[in-house]
Structures are given as C-alpha cells and as structure tokens.
C-alpha cells in the first residue's frame, strides 16, 4: 500500500514536530540521550500515526498492535509520540526523567498505560516480544508485535539466542525495526564491536529482511506492508538512519548518543527544526495549492 | 498456564508437561536469558509462565533478565530452579547452586519459596501459580525424607512449628528441615527443649512466627543449604536483629565453593550435619545466659 506525496508530507512535518518534542525534553531533563530519538523520529511516527492499529483511548485494548522498545534509553521518542497521538497530555512531556514522573529515564511498563514494556539493559526487548508473539499463536490472536531495537545492543548474547528461536518458530507476526545508525557509546559500531555482515548474519538465522532509509517515512511504511505479506518468516527492517537527524552539530556524534543539549544548545537546535517544519509546511501548502 | 524449558525437560521433569501439553509447552535451548524475557512477554499477554531449569543457569545466568524484564515489570512469571545445594553431587560445584536463594531475595516483586519435601513442593508450585507476580521456587535433585503430608498447612509468607521447644529454636528451609528435625531430637536426649520451624517461604518472611520464637525461646539458629551469605540466615537475622535481638548462629556454606562427590559426604566435609546443628544450638543457649 503506497501512500499520498501529501500523506507522506503530513507524516514528516509529525515527525519533525517529535524531534522539537525531544529537544525540549532533554533541555528540561538535564540528561538523556539525544542521538537515537532524534534518529527514529520517523520510524515511531510511522508506527504510531499510520502502521500499528491502536487505540490511545483504550491502551490495554486486546486487539492492538504490540511495540516493544529493546533499547530503551531511546524513551524520549516513544514518550513524544504517545503524547502526539493522544496517549497523555503534551505537556507531561517536560516531566521525562524528573522525580514522580511516569516518564520515566528507561521506560516502565507499570508507569504509563500504553508502554507495553521494561527496558533498559540492552538485548531484552525481543525476547519479550517473542513471548508476546507465542501467545498470540497459541490463542489464534491476529495482533502484530513490533520490536523497535539499536544496532548496538546486537553485542548481547541474548539477542542473537532471541533472533534464532524467532528465526527457527517462524515467527510470521513478528517485525523488528532496526535502527542502523552505526554509532554506539564507545564510537562507531565497526570500531567498537563489528556487527556487518549484518543482514547476511539475520538471513542465515532465518529472517526476511528489508533494507531502507530509516528517514522515508513511505519506505518505512511499505516495509511494514511487506512484513505483514511475508508468511514464513519474521520480518527484520534494516533502517539506516542518522544518529542525531535535523540537528547539524549532534549528527553522526557518538559523543550526542547520550547526552543532553544545554538551553543554549538546545535553542540553536529548535531553530533548525523550525526552519525544516517550516519548509515542510511550505511544500504541503503547495501540494494542496494553496 | 505455559512450561519453558532449557534444554533440561528430562531432568527438571518438565518432560511430562511436554508431552501432555505440547502446544503450551516451550523448547527454549541453551538459552536461558531468551527463555526468561520470552516468559516475560507470555505473562503480559496473560499467561502463566514456569521458567525451568537448573539454578545455577535459572536465576544463575538470567538475572538481569528477571530483574528487569520480569520482576520490575511484575510479570506472573514463576521461575522454577532444580539441582539446588551440594546434593547435586557429582556435577560438583559448578553446577551446584548455593546462591540462588540470596540472588532472588532482594528483587522487589518476588516472592521466594523453598519447600522441604516432595509433597511440600507440589503445594508451593500450586501457591506459587495462584499467586499473582513472580515467584522463585528452589528444588532439590536429592530424594529428600518426607516430613510433611497432605495436612500439613501451607501458605505464601507463612512458617510453621514442627517441633515445640523453649529453649532455643531451629529455623531451616528445604533439605535442611530434616536435618533439623533430627538435631532438636538428639539434644532432647542431652536435656534440651528445641523448637523446629519449617520456613519455606523466604520472602515474604513470616516475622511473627519468628519474632514469638525470638521472644519465647531467647535462642535461635538458622540452617540451610545455601551459602551463609543472603539467605535464609540472613533474612531471619534482618527480622530478627531489628525486632527482637536474641542470639543467633547461621549454619550454611562458608563462603566457599561446593565440589563432587556423594551428597552424604559432601554434606559432612562441608558442615552440614546434625553435630554442628546441635553444636549451634547449644553455643546460643549458652551465649543467651551470659
């Protein structure tokens, strides 16, 4: 299923109005991570604006979509796009990493309804959502699961014993979204600990996978389409994106993966996210000819 | 209710369930960490996962697992860990798992149960399903003497007294209860009136019960086959010390590996026999008039 230049448009202007949500977080928050956020803005805009079926009304509805987030230390996106989408108000956002908030540093599931899982300590994401994923089997549930991960976390053990039980049940309702952004604390992953022949390493234990650009949004989207079509195998999407996207000085910055903008900073931030939201509303102006 | 197994079905006798119930049976491998998270992700979907394996390996080898992807989370996870103790025996130390008790005991959510017989256990893994949250239940691979029947009451958070006493009490778990039993009757000979508590459940710690053995029998000492250091010693004396100090003896491991042999002899060469029970007891019953 394609999806409308103007849909499309729509979508990223969502997108870079995430990212102006995360900055403002790590501004408030004092600490965080800024790279991986920044990086999958369109990832968690496609999911939850156009791919999972969802209701924010009713979070612990039966029938919905599952995300899990694996690398959780990436929260402040997911907490931007549950609040966009309706999940809690907007302003709870400026609470993230503070004292009693349910906005928690690395996400809690019992904290906020909709958060599905714990994490933090990398590689225990997929497990979980595999669990998932054998109970929707075994109760002839419809409900797909997805598993938002780092390319970094693919160091633990546990991954690669998760990515071979998925691989080997054949797990169809299963999507992964990769995020390929290269860097890890350390440095670049290649440096630190090299993971490529990635997708070669996924297909040999047994998963379809698809490669995109993890910043178009139609190219996010029709991933998840094909994952859905594909019937023997769990689906893994490659995204390769750029850690720290919209903001020059943090792009590509090992150094932005976990740290968070001072005001001052964080200003000079916003006012290039408003300068591109600015273009994209500009160009969605167009399209409608107005 | 789902079984996990990994790669252990025989041993830990899980083979049963597999067979009786293979669609809700799981064959995790050599793949503990993965089976824990998997169990995570069953129980949010509303099951009732029974992670099994040795316990060295399950809490052993997942315990970040099942700190953050099951206990943090409070997911009605149970974990069930066999071949607990030197009664392993000729798999020697490594396999002998002296630590499991104090590892589970201070994770918030968990519940900790360590039966003293075989129709002890059947009970505490029917507790342990009821209950809502995770549990650790601590199986030994020995045959153990049957102290209890079918009578015999048993509840999450509760001990009880097998033996009344007055002048010093024993308070043991798992195979040690025996051994306890068989101590109080050889200092009754020399004279000694010694209450016996079975305390198979570690957390939550009956405080009463042993609060009133503190404040009736001035004396106590603790046995279990475990190390000395955070088990059950360690969570009586934390009642015991901020309640009702009285004086105290810890009988278990001392801080050192077990290694092969014949249960009996290993138990013997490592101080866990009924004269160094009876030694204890006697050394606080002296300590408590002085």
């Not at chain 1, 890890?184 to 650009?213: C, M, N, S």
Request: hydrophobic share 40%; glycine share 8%; aromatic share 6%.
């Amino acid at each position: 299923m394609t999806i409308s230049d103007l849909e499309a448009l729509e979508l990223e202007a969502t997108a870079n109005m995430l990212r102006r949500d995360i900055i403002r977080m790590l501004v408030s928050a004092g600490s965080g991570h800024a790279g991986g956020p920044l990086g999958m803005a369109e990832v968690f805009t496609a999911l939850y604006f156009r791919v999972m079926r969802h209701d924010p009304e009713n979070p612990d509805w039966a029938e919905r979509d599952r995300l899990v987030l694996s690398n959780g230390h990436i929260c402040a996106v997911r907490y931007a796009a549950m609040a966009r989408s309706g999940y809690f108000p907007v302003d709870e956002l400026l609470t993230y990493r503070k004292i009693d908030s349910r906005l928690q540093g690395h996400p809690h599931n019992l904290s906020l309804p909709g958060l599905e899982n714990t994490g933090g300590p990398l590689g225990q994401g997929l497990s979980q959502a595999i669990g998932r994923c054998l109970a929707a089997r075994m109760d002839d549930k419809r409900y797909r699961v997805f598993c938002a991960m780092s390319d970094g976390e693919h160091d633990e053990g546990q991954t690669w014993e998760a990515l071979m039980f998925a691989g080997n049940h054949k797990l169809r309702n299963l999507t992964t979204l990769l995020d390929r952004n290269n860097i890890q604390i350390d440095g670049h992953t290649e440096d630190v600990f090299p993971l490529e022949p990635l997708r070669a390493k996924y297909e040999a234990v047994k998963w379809h996978v698809i490669e995109i650009d993890g910043h178009n949004i139609r190219q996010i989207v029709e991933a998840c389409e094909e994952a859905k079509a594909v019937y023997e195998k769990p689906t893994a999407i490659i995204c390769h994106t750029v850690p720290g996207k919209g903001v020059d000085y943090m792009e590509n910055e090992p150094e932005w993966h976990g740290k968070a903008p001072s005001a001052e900073m964080g200003e000079r931030a916003l006012e290039q996210l408003r300068t591109e939201g600015e273009r994209i509303r500009k160009e969605i102006a167009k399209l409608r000819g107005l | 209710m789902v079984v996990l197994s990994a790669d252990l079905t025989e041993s830990t006798r899980t083979l049963e369930f597999s067979k009786r119930y293979p669609e809700r049976f799981v064959e995790a491998g050599v793949a503990e960490q993965n089976m824990a998270g998997m169990a995570a992700g069953l129980a949010m979907e509303g099951k009732i996962p029974f992670v099994s394996s040795f316990a060295v390996f399950s809490p052993g080898r997942n315990w970040d697992q099942i700190r953050v992807s099951i206990c943090y989370s409070n997911a009605n996870v149970k974990i069930a860990g066999s071949h607990t103790g030197l009664t392993t025996g000729g798999d020697g130390a490594t396999h002998q798992a002296l630590e499991d008790i104090a590892m589970t005991r201070c994770l918030p959510n968990m519940v900790v149960l360590a039966p003293c017989d075989s129709v002890e256990t059947k009970k505490a893994t029917l507790a342990a399903a009821r209950h809502s949250g995770p549990v650790y239940i601590r199986f030994a691979r020995d045959k153990t003497p049957v102290v209890t029947t079918e009578a015999t009451p048993f509840e999450i958070g509760k001990a009880s007294v097998f033996r009344e006493g007055s002048h010093a009490t024993i308070i043991a778990c798992g195979t040690m209860v025996y051994l306890a039993l068989e101590a109080a009757e050889a200092l009754a000979e020399a004279g000694f009136s010694v209450r016996v508590v079975n305390n198979p459940s570690i957390k939550p710690l009956d405080v009463d019960v042993i609060v009133a053995a503190a404040k009736e029998t001035g004396a106590i000492v603790t046995c279990e086959e475990h190390q000395v250091c955070g088990g059950l010693g360690g969570a009586v004396a934390e009642a015991v010390s901020t309640r009702f100090p009285v004086p105290m003896e810890i009988v278990g491991i001392g801080d050192i590996f077990g290694e092969s042999g014949e249960p009996q002899e290993l138990w013997r060469k490592y101080g866990l026999t009924v004269e160094r029970v009876a030694g204890a007891v006697r050394a606080v019953i002296e300590r408590k008039g002085s």
